[in-house]
């Protein structure tokens, strides 16, 4: 449909968390900044094609993705590749998202390298919060009243 915006579930889920208090506040203390931009992803992309969405912003990123497994919003903060980083050897064409983020769920933090970047960045696992599990969180939480209810409770028609 012409003017129809698509949005993925994880698109919806990162709307929601970023429309509460508590996750612009729990991502504001792991790097991220109102403006900040923020890649989604399936578990099954690779971590090449992954990365370079992050590169055409520029700047330092967050990548989001919902577990295939459990249905959780995953988060990483992903930085720009650093030249006063010691270069590390790139990660493996065969790499998915999905495992780049089961390997940083055991160490949190990681320098890394895709084949296209001449350094290494930084990944830092974003940790989970209530309001990042909660689907739909943001619309239960600030939902406006129902019309309808508020004429019925009135009397008025």
Same mark, same amino acid.
């Given at each position: 449909?012409?003017g129809?915006?698509? /949005?993925?579930? @994880?698109?919806?889920?990162?709307?929601?968390?970023?429309?509460?208090?508590?996750?612009?506040? #729990?991502?504001?203390?792991?790097?991220?900044?109102?403006?900040?931009?923020?890649?989604?992803?399936?578990?099954?992309?690779?971590?090449?094609?992954?990365?370079?969405?992050?590169?055409?912003?520029?700047?330092?990123?967050?990548?989001?993705?919902?577990?295939? /497994?459990?249905?959780?919003?995953?988060m990483? #903060?992903? @930085?720009?590749?650093?030249?006063?980083?010691?270069?590390?050897?790139?990660?493996?064409?065969?790499?998915?998202?999905?495992?780049?983020?089961?390997?940083?769920?055991?160490?949190?933090?990681?320098?890394?390298?895709?084949?296209?970047?001449?350094?290494?960045?930084?990944? #830092?696992v974003?940790?989970?919060? #209530?309001?990042?599990?909660?689907?739909?969180?943001?619309?239960?939480?600030?939902?406006?009243?129902?019309?309808?209810?508020?004429?019925?409770?009135?009397?008025?028609?």
């Open positions: 449909m012409p129809r915006i698509a /949005r993925t579930q @994880t698109a919806v889920r990162v709307a929601d968390f970023l429309a509460t208090r508590e996750g612009k506040s #729990h991502l504001a203390s792991y790097g991220w900044a109102p403006g900040m931009p923020i890649v989604m992803a399936r578990s099954s992309e690779p971590l090449n094609d992954v990365m370079a969405m992050v590169s055409i912003h520029g700047q330092a990123a967050l990548v989001a993705m919902l577990d295939p /497994r459990s249905d959780e919003l995953r990483l #903060h992903i @930085t720009t590749p650093q030249s006063a980083l010691r270069i590390v050897a790139p990660s493996p064409a065969t790499v998915t998202i999905g495992e780049f983020f089961d390997r940083l769920s055991s160490v949190t933090i990681a320098e890394f390298r895709v084949k296209f970047w001449q350094n290494t960045a930084v990944a #830092h974003v940790p989970s919060c #209530h309001a990042m599990q909660a689907p739909g969180f943001a619309g239960k939480r600030y939902q406006l009243p129902d019309p309808r209810q508020a004429l019925a409770s009135t009397g008025a028609e």
